[in-house]
């Protein structure tokens, strides 16, 4: 599928609970399969976790995700941080520093502008390549965020250990939080842990205008999900960066 092109991004926007504004959107893969259709990255990627295959794909998503960022930036479309999905191997591949900063050169595109999403488990291991990966990417100015946070270990020395700017609240504790007082507390709970680490918090899933409101009253920064839009192809989501109207 590499090969023959048939991998394509679509964009899911995420937003500012504050001023209602577009902060950054999330690079979402999907493989457009000449017999089978449009596949989610569910029915192919945890297949390709289990080799090498996958520093392949989440190479070219990076490649992909930041080339059309900055051709957005061009065409005069408002500059934000693109969100791109981060697995194991690939954190530890040896070559990735060298490959997001030629990637990062060869699209003109400046390291504030992409932020990769890790996952609680990729910072357990106990392995240094990681660690330093991570260290000298923030220091060249590229932004890192827990995904699915509390869905991991919960072993939170990382959250001190690593320069990350955002947690993503996962969205099975957003899907109860109006209904369920255990994941109404956990959402507060991760609130609270956040803002004294200095953390954003994004929460995944938002799908209806109850939970946003919750959301909103507990002081969470940031939200993406079905209410604001669902992940869009590159076309329909450059009208909708055009556009920007605020919520
Ligand atoms: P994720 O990174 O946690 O992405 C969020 C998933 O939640 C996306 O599913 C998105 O479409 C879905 N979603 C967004 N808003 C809502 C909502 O309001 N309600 C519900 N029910 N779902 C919502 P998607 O695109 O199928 O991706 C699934 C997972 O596949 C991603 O979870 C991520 O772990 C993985 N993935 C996607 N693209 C890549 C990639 O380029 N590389 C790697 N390594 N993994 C990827
Ligand atoms: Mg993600
Ligand atoms: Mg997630």
Not at 184 to 199: D, T, Y
Request: net charge negative; glycine share 6%.
């Amino acid at each position: 599928a590499v090969e023959k092109n048939e991998f394509i991004l679509y964009y899911q926007p995420q937003i500012e609970l504050v001023s209602g504004r577009l902060v950054g959107f999330e690079a979402l893969i999907r493989w457009q399969h000449p017999e089978r259709g449009l596949l989610a990255p569910g029915r192919f990627i945890p297949l390709a976790e289990e080799s090498d295959l996958i520093v392949a794909i989440g190479d070219w998503v990076t490649r992909e995700a930041c080339r059309q960022n900055a051709a957005w930036q061009r065409a005069g479309l408002p500059a934000l941080p693109v969100s791109v999905n981060l697995s194991a191997r690939q954190l530890r591949d040896r070559a990735l520093v060298a490959n997001v900063r030629d990637v990062l050169k060869n699209a003109a595109l400046e390291p504030r502008y992409i932020e990769f999403e890790l996952t609680e488990s990729m910072l357990m291991e106990n392995a240094s390549t990681p660690a330093n990966t991570i260290a000298e990417l923030a220091e060249d100015g590229v932004s890192f965020a827990i995904d699915d946070f509390g869905t991991g270990y919960s072993n939170l020395g990382y959250l001190q250990r690593f320069p990350l700017h955002r947690l993503k609240l996962d969205q099975s504790f957003i899907r109860g939080i109006t209904s369920n007082h255990r994941d109404a507390a956990i959402v507060r709970a991760v609130l609270s842990l956040a803002q004294n680490l200095g953390l954003k918090v994004l929460a995944e899933g938002v799908e209806t205008s109850e939970q946003l409101a919750f959301l909103r009253a507990e002081g969470c920064q940031e939200i993406q999900g079905y209410l604001i839009s669902h992940p869009l192809p590159a076309e329909k989501f450059a009208a909708m960066l055009a556009s920007t109207a605020p919520l």
